[in-house]
């Protein structure tokens, strides 16, 4: 039982931890919003589906160029250029919203940004923690980072619907995009 945080005692991995808790709980909410915003928009089904499905092929196609990168240039610099990247789109999204210009079209563009970005940003942060916690500490870090990830596909869609429900979307994808730059400053916080 005594081993089962040792993980969190390296101080880079704790924060890499704690931003991918945000990032990926920002994710979950996103996926959450973007269907309901997509069926309010188009009240179609066919939509919501190509919608959703959109960010997967980018991200099935990119995965193995992502992974090639991530060995080639700086890890902490890549997973903070796709959390800065998510971000922003998330913020698109909000002020596309907030300016009545929302076209489901936005969304789709979104979503195969997004799920390039995600296509680099994952495995340069796999390769991050092992760099951090070496081979010792591998599998600690990463049953954490699975419960991590677990939790968040837990909580976090609630957490959108109740949001969404009584905010509205704009205020939903304004939080997300709050939550990718946290992750960002999160990041920033480990060292090289």
Known sequence: WRSTFSSFANGGFLRLWLSMLVMMSGMQMQMIARGYLVFELTGSGKTLALVSAAGSIPLLVLSLFGGALAD???RKTLVQTGQITNATLAFFISLSIATNTITWFHVLGVGIIQ????????????GLIRQL???EQISNAMALTGAGISASILMAPLLAGLLYALIGPQWVYTIISTMYITSVILTGTIPK
């Open 72 to 74: 080639r240039v700086n």
């Open 115 to 126: 799920g390039a970005s995600w296509s680099f940003l994952d495995p340069a942060r796999h």
């Open 133 to 135: 916690v070496g081979k």
